[in-house]
């Protein structure tokens, strides 16, 4: 209606002038000549402390109705109201959209979830399929095979250490047979029986396989010097960091 459109213009207006009033008062202060500096700064805490009040005076103010006019509360209810609409239509359109490719993310999910499914299925029965091909003739056929495949490699490791000692019965004899070739410098025995170069690499590897985490063996009287320290110049051997008794194989493996 036209009387509540003036009302309201009017109104409008009034508040202009009363900002104006405020703006023309502001002016006035920016052109106040400056004080020194702790002068300035005295006034600015009053300053501050004045619209420090004055804001908690508008926080606790209740707001004021611009128009007791029903024609313009009307009017701002119903523009308001299609804003709120609007916003509503908004939200709805993005849920709508939102749930749409959730459905079809479930869809893609429940069609990979039956492929799935099949899959698996298909490859449970092969797996029964094949479990029930296998007899006893090609289990006790495959035992066989291992164990032949057990007897051929304890022959090869026989002939293995067979061939190792002959080559160091012959290259390596005991210090008492290459003593008799010699011409003799003593004729006194020795106290401790010497054991074979051979012996002492079985000894040697016989405990790296069957303890591994303590590979060390200890050395005594009966170990020749000369061939610890020919295996250890070789690099065959290792001794124990804090025990310089204590020989193992070095891990070749």
Known sequence: PADAKEELLNECESIWKQMEECQSKLMLLGTETLLPSDSKLSLLMLQWKALTVECRQWRARSPEIISTNPDVLLELGKGELQKVKNDLEMVLSTVRSKNKNLEEDLKREQQWYEEQKQMLDTLNKIKEEAKNQIDQSSVQRDFNELKTKILNLKTYKK????????????????????E????????????????????????????????????????????????????????????????????RLQPFH
């Open 159 to 178: 002939e293995l250490l067979s061939a190792l000692g002959a080559f160091l019965d012959e290259h390596f004899p005991l210090p008492e047979k290459v």
């Open 180 to 247: 008799n070739t010699k011409k003799k410098k003593s004729s006194a025995e020795p106290a401790v029986e010497l054991i074979t170069l051979q012996e002492i690499l079985e000894n040697l590897i016989n405990k790296l396989m069957t303890t591994p985490h303590d590979p060390y063996i200890t050395i005594n009287e009966s170990f020749w010097p000369p061939y610890i320290e020919m295996l250890r110049r070789c690099g065959m051997v290792l001794r124990h960091p804090e025990d310089p008794n204590r020989l």
